[in-house]
Nanobody, 128 residues
Framework: QLQLVESGGGLVQPGGSLRLSCAASGFSLNSKFIGWFRQAPGKEREGVSCISSGGGSTNYADSVEGRFTMSRDYAKNTVYLQLNSLKPEDTAVYYC?????????????????????WGQGTQVTVSS
């Protein structure tokens, strides 16, 4: 059945980079918009980035704009989040998510209520 698995997290120094992956099994991502969210210790879950079903539109939170880049590979049924110029405040568990039924053409949004299927998360820690 439907499954999302995140990977690529780890411990890096401030200014470093990571590439997170979200691989889908049991269904196709090609008609779905996809979001990345994160949750830091003691804080509420927040939207980080999303990409439209066609890959032509992306949105980013103000806190990561210019540092993070989202992309997708239809052949591999996988989406990616490139994290550059990392800061300690980026430390969090990062989750990818999709909506199983809703189709948004040419756009995406970072409202958590738009997503109903979530991966288990991958830990990103930024520390000197």
């Amino acid at each position: 059945q439907l499954q999302l698995v995140e990977s690529g997290g780890g411990l890096v120094q401030p200014g470093g980079s990571l590439r997170l992956s979200c691989a889908a099994s049991g269904f196709s991502l090609n008609s779905k918009f996809i979001g990345w969210f994160r949750q830091a210790p003691g804080k509420e879950r927040e939207g980080v980035s999303c990409i439209s079903s066609g890959g032509g539109s992306t949105n980013y939170a103000d806190s990561v704009e210019g540092r993070f880049t989202m992309s997708r590979d239809y052949a591999k049924n996988t989406v990616y989040l490139q994290l550059n110029s990392l800061k300690p405040e980026d430390t969090a568990v990062y989750y990818c998510a999709v909506n199983r039924e809703l189709r948004l053409v040419g756009l995406c949004a970072l409202n958590s209520g738009l997503y109903d299927s979530w991966g288990q998360g991958t830990q990103v820690t930024v520390s000197s």
